[in-house]
């Protein structure tokens, strides 16, 4: 078991930049696949980025360019550097971590554990 916790949530306007953080606590032994997915009301939770446990990073067409994930290791810590943000990356930001591989890289199935969402609002 993980246990994850968002933080780095808030307002911007259009252009700005957030950086979220998702710390991770309990069986931090093992290494896992970590990702961002993101919903917004009405919409389905969507995969933003991934992060492998051998570096290998994945992520969402739109997102290309502007977002950056990383993780500090020892920390037990995964970022997600968001710039260049527009009204439609409004939406509740979620951590999400699996022990194995997803066979889907950015499918919300494919994950086990998730935090409790940060929540990010891009005014234009």
């Known amino acids: 078991q993980v246990q994850l916790v968002e933080s780095g949530g808030g307002s911007v306007q259009t252009g700005g930049s957030l950086r979220l953080s998702c710390t991770a606590s309990?069986?931090?032994?093992?290494?896992?696949?970590m990702a961002w997915f993101r919903q917004a009301p009405g919409k389905e939770r969507e995969g933003v980025a991934m992060l492998s446990i051998n570096g290998l990073t994945a992520y969402l067409d739109s997102v290309k360019g502007r977002f950056t994930i990383s993780g500090d290791s020892a920390e037990k810590i995964l970022y997600l550097q968001m710039n260049s943000l527009k009204p439609e990356d409004t939406a509740k930001y979620y951590c999400a971590a699996n022990l194995y591989r997803p066979s889907v890289l950015l499918r919300s199935s494919a994950y086990s554990y998730w935090g409790q969402g940060t929540q990010v609002t891009v005014s234009s």
């Open positions: 309990g069986n931090t032994g093992s290494r896992y696949y």
